[in-house]
């Protein structure tokens, strides 16, 4: 009678045990099918969230860089030369200033194509005389000079300076446009005009004193002996009078 009543003792202590066991299982199972419920939930919302930033940090990275980049002109550097001096010379380059093309974009190009002429040419004082320098190129005499104006300066209309050359006193009332003369621009037409050059004759006849002295007014140096301007004084004198000099 005692051994079945212990026995059914233990056996009500071993279904409590065991009923209590199981409930602590079901409930940590529970708790950590919660946990892992959420933290799937968080990982899955930081990677749609780091994978939409990656995509705007993407695209704003290539806007920067395309906004960055700028098309490539295929320019002719030859003709960029070209261009940047005729510029300069329309704007008055041979006047010397130390900026003839203006302070600009365009600056940065005829600036060192100015500089790079200026120092491979020889200033007008250390200048070689023109025969030895040019075959085409002859400046005339004082005595040369002197006959082609002889009814001038007989007149009292010129004088003969022995820099200037044949310069008139006053202007005369026929005056030709120098600005014909290749490298010759308003500027400098007008500086020429102030000294008393107003006829393409006057440049024709110009002396090596002369040509030194007018040199030094323009950016080019040597332009007057490249281009030589007494040749083509001559012809535009010849096409507009009708008198070969």
């Not at 708790?31 to 919302?45: K, P, Y």
């Not at 400046?139 to 000079?145: L, S």
Request: hydrophobic letters at 40%; a negative charge; proline letters at 3%.
């Amino acid at each position: 009678m005692l051994f079945p009543t212990i026995l059914a003792e233990a056996s009500g202590r071993s279904s409590g045990l065991f009923f209590v066991l199981f409930l602590a299982f079901a409930i940590a199972a529970i708790v950590w099918l919660l946990i892992w419920l959420f933290s799937e939930g968080d990982a899955n919302e930081y990677s749609i969230r780091s994978g939409a930033e990656s995509n705007t940090t993407n695209d704003s990275g290539a806007s920067d860089a395309g906004g960055e980049i700028e098309p490539v002109e295929d320019v002719d550097k030859g003709d960029e030369a070209d261009s940047s001096t005729e510029r300069e010379e329309e704007e008055g380059g041979n006047e010397g200033s130390p900026d003839p093309v203006g302070a600009g974009a365009a600056a940065s190009v005829a600036e060192p194509i100015a500089a790079k002429e200026e120092n491979s040419s020889p200033s007008a004082s250390d200048r070689v005389p023109a025969e030895e320098d040019d075959d085409d190129f002859e400046a005339a005499t004082e005595e040369e000079a002197a006959n082609v104006f002889a009814a001038e300066l007989e007149a009292g209309e010129v004088e003969q300076d022995s820099v200037y050359g044949i310069i008139y006193k006053e202007a005369p009332s026929e005056v030709d446009d120098l600005k014909e003369i290749k490298g010759v621009a308003k500027v400098l037409e007008g500086k020429l005009n102030s000294i008393g050059v107003y006829r393409f004759k006057q440049v024709a006849v110009w002396t090596d004193a002369a040509c030194a002295e007018f040199s030094k007014m323009l950016t080019f140096k040597n332009r007057i002996y490249t281009d030589n301007w007494l040749d083509q004084a001559k012809e535009f004198h010849e096409k507009k009078y009708g008198e070969k000099l």
